[in-house]
């Protein structure tokens, strides 16, 4: 009994593992809040759909700022050349996707100094070629980011503002947790009350009930 539910979990885990071992890559969402002065992870992962297929991937990175209408290169990866093509991200953007193969599926770009200049979308595109036995196959995956640059102090009130939240919620939970309490407590017994009373009531309509056949013989 015990030893079957072993293995039918393990069999369980087993399942869940696997199709991530096999890939080894998973689409995690890049973060979208940075702070001005520090260093920000601008993420991009696009893993490939077949494993066993080789191929090869250009990535690019554009930047929009907040109004906006037009995309502006500012990075390239071509394996193993990291570009910066952009004034504004001069020196302050740095590669840590994929390297030492042409075979790039993590295209995530650091944001070195960010500053509130870098709030805005951007976008990244892998443009892979998939060497297929008899063909190549080109595909583009774009991805966006939107970012939002904040101070630290803002972020800091922000932190303290929800704490204190957070204890204001608590005890206002326990109040009313309290209030329903009291509120139950005294319904119940406000109506164990009139069950009594009702009862007591009855007994006596009984009473009056079995004694009226008797009033009606004594009449007669
Ligand atoms: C980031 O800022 C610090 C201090 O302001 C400066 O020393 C450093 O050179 C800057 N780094 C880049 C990559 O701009
Ligand atoms: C942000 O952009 C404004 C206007 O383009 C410019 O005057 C300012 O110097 C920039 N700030 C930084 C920190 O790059
Ligand atoms: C993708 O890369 C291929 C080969 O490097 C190139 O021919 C094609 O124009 C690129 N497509 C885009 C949309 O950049």
Same mark, same amino acid.
């Given at each position: 009994?015990? =030893? ?56 690019? &990175? ?9 995309? $502006?290169? $500012? ?19 740095? &590669? ?26 951007? =976008? ?44 204001? =919620? ?51």
């Amino acid at each position: 009994m015990t =030893l079957g539910l072993i293995s039918f979990l393990s069999v369980c885990i087993f399942c869940i593992q696997v199709p991530q071992g096999q890939t080894g890559c998973a689409e995690v969402d890049s973060m979208t809040e940075a702070v001005a002065g520090e260093s920000f992870t601008l993420g991009c992962i696009s893993c490939k759909r077949r494993e066993e297929v080789p191929a090869s991937a250009i990535v690019s &990175w554009h930047f929009k700022p907040p109004g906006d209408e037009e995309f $502006i290169q $500012i990075f390239l990866y071509r394996h193993p050349n990291p570009t910066i093509l952009h004034e504004q991200f001069k020196e302050r953007l740095e &590669w840590q996707g994929t390297t030492g193969t042409k075979d790039v599926q993590v295209g995530t770009v650091f944001i070195h100094n960010v500053t509130h200049n870098d709030s805005g979308t951007y =976008l990244c595109t892998f443009n892979r070629t998939l060497h297929l036995s008899l063909y190549d196959e080109n595909v583009i995956i774009n991805k966006e980011v939107e970012l939002t640059v904040v101070d630290e102090a803002n972020r800091e009130l922000v932190a303290v503002i929800s704490e204190i939240m957070m204890y204001v =919620l608590i005890v206002v939970l326990q109040l009313w947790m309290f209030g329903v309490l009291i509120y139950c407590y005294k319904k119940i017994s406000a109506e164990n009350e009139a069950r009594e009373a009702r009862k007591a009531a009855r007994s006596q309509n009984k009473l009056i009930d079995s004694k009226d056949p008797c009033d009606g013989v004594y009449l007669e």
